[in-house]
């Protein structure tokens, strides 16, 4: 057994993980984290490679079922219309995401009071107001003053990237149509920023990793000033179970490192796994007096599972768009439908995120079309055509959350140290499905006022689980939540979730910088209670 | 892989490479850039050898029983039907034999250099692109706010 007891432990090193563990330490917090990944440097990605686009197949493959690596656990997704994706290494998810950081709308708090679906969160917009602010800071957010999507933003950091012809083409297509868009804010510097990041040089595929710093993710934003304020973090350290005794408190973690079962106490654990690996982990922590998993006297652990389904619409233009020059995932981006119009047939909306594309090897699969280029005699002729031509327009819906989609516990599948792995079972609801044939003849149409001369449709590509939410959802009525307002779990005092598995509905934008600005608010109320925790 | 792969098999090889993608102009055909990517790739995997052996055996089937003759002894013309219908009996092998045959080609340097420098690593030198110009958003800022108030 470790002698060393942490005032916190954390487990999971990502976006909010590596957040909270920041904050807490800047309040002489004593803080331990354990990751079963391990550190990810730049000089490992292969963006700077010849054979570059492999690895978006192999090692830097979203699916970690695909990717396969020994950090990896397996998840099975036979029975999801969409898989789950992630990458677990310090900085999570970060280390492979595209940056793209809209906030959620002030809506998208009150969902149930607007629009009598699902739930409200019980706190609002402006409560994490401070919160967006001082993340937006810390991972160094670029972006336009006045995004007419949301009330006044504080001044954003950093000018906003380039749109290029790309963005330039699709924004026209946007103003013919009379509908609002807007430059995307970014987690990608626009000039020097924070230690060492580089402006962004436009070079793409941040999917595959950023090479000179210039996309935020926190192992290079919130860790090293976390380390240097103390904080202990152990990589390829891969927590089992959570110990509770007869109080209902967490007494200690168990955790597989070098082969070995090891064990760690701590006065308060923060679960930090995303919204796939930390309903796996509760109900993976059975005894006696949590006998349907920890945290779960609700029965709501692992429930509620959201993904944001997607249609990725492409348009082919005759003109070279430079279709990769710049951030994969950002460029414009328009909340023009995002709100309730009960005209259409369905309730709340969806975001189009426009996106760029990768090299010659994704366009020879297909790209966004999610259709290979033919092979033959015409292969040369149809590559040439899309090869940078091609404009993505992706519809993002916001999903409701619905309580047969689910993360259990396979009976069968493991991972490599034998702890019991996740299955996710989930379908597209109805409304969503509407949602989508909306948002797909919207897309269509601006990008044929855009010109394009030939539309594709990719409608809910299975790989496509980006956002992983709903899980263990945030309530102040413990009979139909998990954790409380301030992500404290209702049936056990010392434990907080702080990832996407905490949301009580999905917005219709990627959640990295509203889960960070919660994970930031509970670390907050964490070092202004601490004594009575 | 060689020890699996006969002459004649290797030579069937070629020919449905450079059928899967021909030479055209200045661009070399899949034949002559990816036949050593392909043979490296089955032998650091078995399961691409897998793919790369059944393709090939399923090639030579629909040639023995449609023709009555090896693959290679077919008429060029004749090659690209038989191609389809293997495709259309075993699509999913198929397919990864043809996603095996475009990830060889378009990760090869001479392919690269004749797409031109857009299709080039992204790193260290990144893209050439113009600063943001503000006046794209002077319409669009004419719209007003779009969300909604609570």
């Known amino acids: 057994m470790d002698n060393e007891q942490p005032d916190v432990l954390i487990i999971g090193a990502g976006a909010t993980g590596g957040a909270v563990a920041w904050s807490l330490s800047q309040a002489g917090i004593s803080v331990m984290c354990l990751d079963q990944g391990d550190w990810v440097k730049p000089s490992q990605y292969h963006t700077n490679q010849p054979d570059w686009e492999l690895s978006r197949w192999s090692d830097f493959h979203p699916d970690p079922n695909e990717r396969n690596l020994d950090v990896d656990y397996p998840v099975n997704h036979t029975e999801s219309a969409i898989a789950p994706l992630m990458y677990n290494a310090v900085g999570g998810s970060t280390i492979h995401w595209g940056?793209?950081?809209?906030?959620?709308?002030?809506?998208?708090?009150?969902?149930?009071?607007?629009?009598?679906?699902?739930?409200?969160?019980?706190?609002?917009?402006?409560?994490?107001?401070?919160?967006?602010?001082?993340?937006?800071?810390?991972?160094?957010?670029?972006?336009?003053?006045?995004?007419?999507?949301?009330?006044?933003?504080?001044?954003?950091?950093?000018?906003?990237?380039?749109?290029?012809?790309?963005?330039?083409?699709?924004?026209?297509?946007?103003?013919?149509?009379?509908?609002?868009?807007?430059?995307?804010?970014?987690?990608?510097?626009?000039?020097?920023?924070?230690?060492?990041?580089?402006?962004?040089?436009?070079?793409?595929?941040?999917?595959?990793?950023?090479?000179?710093?210039?996309?935020?993710?926190?192992?290079?934003?919130?860790?090293?000033?976390?380390?240097?304020?103390?904080?202990?973090?152990?990589?390829?350290?891969?927590?089992?179970?959570?110990?509770?005794?007869?109080?209902?408190?967490?007494?200690?973690?168990?955790?597989?490192?070098?082969?070995?079962?090891?064990?760690?106490?701590?006065?308060?654990?923060?679960?930090?796994?995303?919204?796939?690996?930390?309903?796996?982990?509760?109900?993976?922590?059975?005894?006696?007096?949590?006998?349907?998993?920890?945290?779960?006297?609700?029965?709501?652990?692992?429930?509620?599972?959201?993904?944001?389904?997607?249609?990725?619409?492409?348009?082919?233009?005759?003109?070279?768009?430079?279709?990769?020059?710049?951030?994969?995932?950002?460029?414009?981006?328009?909340?023009?439908?995002?709100?309730?119009?009960?005209?259409?047939?369905?309730?709340?909306?969806?975001?189009?995120?426009?996106?760029?594309?990768?090299?010659?090897?994704?366009?020879?699969?297909?790209?966004?079309?999610?259709?290979?280029?033919?092979?033959?005699?015409?292969?040369?002729?149809?590559?040439?055509?899309?090869?940078?031509?091609?404009?993505?327009?992706?519809?993002?819906?916001?999903?409701?959350?619905?309580?047969?989609?689910?993360?259990?516990?396979?009976?069968v599948l493991t991972d490599s140290d034998g702890i019991p792995a996740p299955k996710a079972t989930y379908r597209v609801g109805d409304n969503t499905n509407k949602m989508l044939d909306h948002g797909v003849a919207r897309a269509t149409e601006v990008l044929e006022?855009?010109?394009?001369?030939?539309?594709?449709?990719?409608?809910?590509?299975?790989?496509?689980?980006?956002?992983?939410?709903?899980?263990?959802?945030?309530?102040?009525?413990?009979?139909?939540?998990?954790?409380?307002?301030?992500?404290?779990?209702?049936?056990?005092?010392?434990?907080?979730?702080?990832?996407?598995?905490?949301?009580?509905?999905?917005?219709?934008?990627?959640?990295?910088?509203?889960?960070?600005?919660?994970a930031l608010r509970t670390a907050d109320y964490i070092k202004r209670t601490r004594r009575q925790l | 892989m060689d020890k699996f792969l006969t002459d004649i098999q290797k030579a069937g090889l070629v020919d449905v490479l450079d059928l899967i993608i021909p030479r055209l102009g200045e661009m070399p055909g899949a034949g002559q850039i990816v036949f050593e990517y392909v043979e490296a790739a089955a032998c650091g995997s078995a399961a691409t050898a897998r793919v790369v052996l059944d393709t090939l055996m399923a090639i030579d089937a629909a040639a023995g029983s449609g023709y009555g003759k090896p693959f290679t002894e077919i008429a060029d013309t004749e090659k690209v039907a038989l191609l389809e219908a293997v495709e259309e009996q075993r699509p999913s092998l198929f397919g990864e034999f043809v996603d095996l045959v475009y990830d060889g080609y378009y990760t090869d340097a001479f392919v690269i250099e004749r797409l031109g420098p857009d299709a080039g690593k992204p790193q260290p030198e990144g893209r050439p692109i113009a600063l943001f110009d503000p006046q794209i958003v002077v319409s669009v800022r004419q719209l007003g706010p779009r969300y909604r108030t609570v």
């Open chain 1, 99 to 411: 940056a793209h950081f809209p906030r959620y709308h002030p809506s998208d708090f009150k969902v149930r009071t607007l629009d009598g679906v699902a739930d409200d969160f019980p706190y609002s917009y402006e409560d994490l107001v401070p919160f967006f602010d001082l993340n937006d800071r810390m991972m160094g957010v670029s972006g336009l003053d006045g995004d007419p999507f949301y009330p006044p933003k504080s001044p954003r950091p950093m000018p906003p990237l380039a749109l290029g012809k790309h963005g330039e083409t699709i924004a026209k297509g946007f103003d013919a149509l009379g509908w609002s868009w807007w430059p995307a804010d970014a987690a990608i510097a626009t000039t020097a920023y924070g230690e060492g990041r580089q402006a962004c040089n436009y070079g793409s595929s941040c999917d595959l990793g950023c090479t000179t710093g210039a996309r935020a993710s926190t192992d290079l934003v919130y860790w090293p000033s976390a380390l240097r304020a103390g904080v202990v973090l152990k990589t390829r350290a891969r927590v089992r179970e959570l110990v509770v005794g007869d109080d209902d408190r967490v007494q200690a973690v168990l955790y597989y490192q070098d082969g070995r079962l090891h064990e760690q106490r701590a006065r308060l654990v923060i679960v930090a796994c995303n919204g796939v690996g930390t309903p796996r982990l509760l109900l993976n922590s059975r005894s006696n007096r949590f006998p349907d998993g920890l945290a779960n006297r609700s029965g709501l652990v692992g429930k509620n599972l959201m993904y944001h389904p997607a249609a990725f619409v492409t348009g082919y233009f005759d003109d070279p768009l430079q279709s990769n020059y710049g951030p994969v995932s950002n460029s414009v981006y328009s909340h023009h439908f995002y709100e309730t119009d009960q005209s259409r047939g369905f309730v709340r909306g969806y975001q189009f995120q426009v996106t760029r594309d990768s090299g010659p090897l994704w366009a020879a699969h297909g790209g966004t079309s999610g259709g290979r280029i033919p092979w033959g005699a015409d292969h040369h002729k149809v590559f040439q055509e899309r090869f940078n031509h091609s404009l993505n327009v992706g519809v993002l819906t916001e999903d409701l959350p619905e309580e047969h989609n689910t993360i259990t516990i396979d009976p």
């Open chain 1, 449 to 518: 006022a855009a010109g394009a001369r030939d539309v594709t449709v990719n409608r809910v590509p299975k790989i496509g689980g980006w956002h992983l939410m709903g899980t263990a959802r945030t309530g102040t009525d413990p009979g139909r939540s998990v954790v409380d307002t301030w992500g404290r779990a209702h049936d056990v005092p010392n434990l907080f979730l702080v990832d996407g598995s905490v949301l009580v509905t999905s917005g219709a934008v990627n959640v990295t910088s509203t889960i960070q600005a919660i």
